[in-house]
């Protein structure tokens, strides 16, 4: 089955829902499947085939025999918690030659997960596009969401050379730009560059709370805030997987922070120039 005849999304949020969204423009057949009758009526409103499925196999879902016979490939789009056995209830019932990929914000447990209930014949390529927020939900999903970012593809050496340059066109076409690299490597660099800021807004508008429980404060701030904070908005339950599924690279990074700020801190009380300034200009030229 080519991946130009069918396409189904599973999850029609942010993400789940952007994909779908980009792949309809494309002129590829799109069928989306979530569990929520709300975001499945948005779905359907904007002319996606939708049915309702619950991968965690509750009541008033949609058989699944008979729904991925003619798809090609599927993208999955639901908490990282939930996908490898979301790979194990459907992938017995996608047609040999599909492929499975993912969204998922980590990729070592899930590639390893996956390949050990994959069935012959069907291909898995992680996948995580490097675009988003921190809102959720198929009312914020756009299908320009991934213009211009980069998307990880995360293949391992049992991947088929022609199923991941199918991903990396199939990537391209949706406007971002393909990354290879293998699992650890991307929950290495995403544990910097996207999990641990996440950790670190967090941590700092709880801190202000805690000191402000008033919050009227928060009329008075200006574009650091902002900047530092937006993020402080995420949805909760994605992250409480990506943070555990990621400890072993996150927490690290924790230590190596905690280390940073007791520089800083000691700099300050101390009223130590030097230190203080050779920590932002360290920041700054790393930046550039
Ligand atoms: N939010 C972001 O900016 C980014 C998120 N990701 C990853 O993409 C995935 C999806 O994230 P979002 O779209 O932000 O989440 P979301 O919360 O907006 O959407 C998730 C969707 O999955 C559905 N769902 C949840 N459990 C389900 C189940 N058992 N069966 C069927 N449907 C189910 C929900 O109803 C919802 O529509 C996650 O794995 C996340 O780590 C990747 C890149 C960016
Ligand atoms: O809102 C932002 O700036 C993000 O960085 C969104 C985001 C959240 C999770 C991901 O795995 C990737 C991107």
């Known amino acids: 089955m080519a991946i130009k005849d069918s396409a189904a999304v599973i999850g029609l949020g942010l993400i789940g829902g952007s994909i779908a969204k980009a792949l309809k423009k494309m002129g590829i057949k799109v069928m989306g499947l979530d569990s929520d009758e709300q975001t499945l009526a948005m779905a359907k409103s904007e002319g996606i085939e939708t049915h309702c499925f619950n991968t965690q196999g509750m009541a008033g879902e949609t058989a699944i025999p008979d729904i991925f016979s003619h798809t090609g490939i599927i993208f999955l789009c639901v908490p990282v918690s939930f996908i490898s056995s979301t790979v194990k209830l459907i992938a017995n019932h996608v047609p040999r030659g599909a492929i499975i990929t993912d969204t998922g914000s980590v990729k070592k447990v899930i590639v390893r997960d996956v390949e050990a209930v994959l069935p012959d014949g069907v ?81 700092l508008v709880n801190a202000v709370a805690e000191v402000h429980p008033e919050g009227s404060v928060m009329d008075l701030a200006g574009g650091g805030w902002r900047d530092t904070t937006r993020i402080a908005g995420s949805n909760a339950v994605m992250w409480k997987d990506i943070l555990i599924s990621n400890k072993d690279e996150i927490l690290p990074l924790i230590s190596a ?20 300034k050779g920590r932002f200009q360290n920041a700054k030229a790393y930046k550039k």
């Not at 992680?126 to 299908?143: I, L, N, T």
């Not at 991903?167 to 995403?190: F, T, Y």
């Not at 700099?267 to 030097?274: H, L, Q, V």
């Open 257 to 276: 922070f905690k280390e940073q700020l007791s520089v800083l801190e000691s700099a300050i009380k101390s009223s130590d120039e030097a230190v203080i």
């Open 123 to 203: 291909s898995f390529v992680g996948g995580h596009p490097m675009a988003g927020s921190e809102r959720s939900g198929f009312g914020w999903a756009r299908e320009d969401m991934f213009y211009g970012a980069p998307y990880i593809l995360t293949p391992t050496p049992g991947t088929d050379a022609e199923i991941l340059w199918t991903m990396v066109k199939l990537v391209r076409d949706l406007g971002a730009k393909p990354i290879i690299m293998s699992p650890e490597e991307h929950d290495r660099v995403v544990a910097a560059v996207s999990h641990l800021p996440q950790i670190i807004s967090t941590t």
